[in-house]
């Protein structure tokens, strides 16, 4: 819970992270809800989460300086459910399941846009 002065906090927050990184929270009671955004370099956006009661649960989205997405993870109650995917140039390739933080499923890889290997989870 985030508070200042034994106060719940409420409202939208920039907060760094470090000298040139800094967050952008949507706050409720003290707890993280909604899209929060990850902003460097300048202003670049990093990453975008979707929060819930504080927790990551929903879709969280890396991005390249090109603002191209790099890594799509789904998450559920703060650990990894559902799909991920990595990609380079555009391309996907890594595809993974994932269940309650774990891999669970199939990993597919992908060269150039090519398969080139699945690995069963």
């Avoid at 040139?20 to 370099?41: E, P, Q, R, S, V």
Wanted: charged fraction near 30%; proline fraction near 1%; include cysteine.
């Amino acid at each position: 819970m985030l508070s200042l002065n034994g106060k719940y906090l409420n409202g939208k927050y920039k907060i760094p992270l470090d000298e040139k990184i800094y967050a952008l929270y949507n706050i409720k009671n003290g707890m993280i809800t909604g899209d929060a955004f990850w902003y460097t370099n300048g202003g670049h956006l990093e990453c975008k989460l979707e929060y819930k009661r504080g927790v990551c649960n929903g879709l969280k989205e890396n991005f390249d300086n090109d603002g191209k997405v790099w890594l799509r993870q789904e998450y559920k109650n703060g650990k990894q459910d559902g799909l991920s995917e990595m990609y380079s140039n555009g391309l996907l390739n890594i595809k993974s399941e994932y269940k309650k933080g774990k891999r669970d499923g199939k990993q597919i890889s992908y060269s150039s846009g090519k398969l080139i290997s699945e690995t069963e989870y």
